[in-house]
């Protein structure tokens, strides 16, 4: 499925957990509500260049957090298609302590309006999200993050993205 999308139309997510975002990710919190307006300025920026395939990787925090901005913008540009990128599927709300449950019923309200569902395995397995990112990027022409510069699983996407020659779009450092 992932192999039918054409990365130069493509733009993909990574970010923090809640816990390193403005506001936690909450949209009621003015610094949240701050950063997505930035977010919904660089997606439509994208979408304006024919980037109209927005993949994502599922998880709490910035991913949940940029695509719900993406599906506010998909009423005004409806070429825009929601792509969830899951790691895997089985236990999935049970293995990360960032599910609390308002993100799970954030996640599965964003679940309910994408276009197109992937995931990369049915069950958790040692470097799974690795392999998440690499397939965003892989199928990306481009990276909208919010990254701090520290280290994890958004400095290995970014890294990724670089060494492949993706436009990076780094929200934390336009703040």
Known sequence: MLDEIDPINAICFTG???DRLPGRGDPDDPEAQ??????QTQIEDSVLRGKHNILHGAMAGFDLFAIEQAILLKKQYPQ?????VAPYKEAF???EKCW????????RAVFDQHDIGIRIAERYRTGIYFERNR???EHSSEIITYWDGGSGGTAYTVECGKR???AI???YQKR
């Not at 701050?34 to 977010?39: E, F, I, P």
């Not at 825009?80 to 969830?84: A, E, M, Q, R, S």
């Not at 609390?100 to 996640?107: L, M, Q």
């Open 169 to 171: 779009y780094n929200l």
């Open 16 to 18: 923090h957990r809640p």
């Open 34 to 39: 701050k950063l997505a307006a930035s977010l």
């Open 135 to 137: 397939a965003l990027v």
């Open 93 to 95: 709300f049970s293995r």
């Open 80 to 84: 825009i298609k929601i792509i969830t």
């Open 164 to 166: 492949k020659g993706l």
């Open 100 to 107: 609390t449950p308002e993100w799970i019923n954030r996640a």
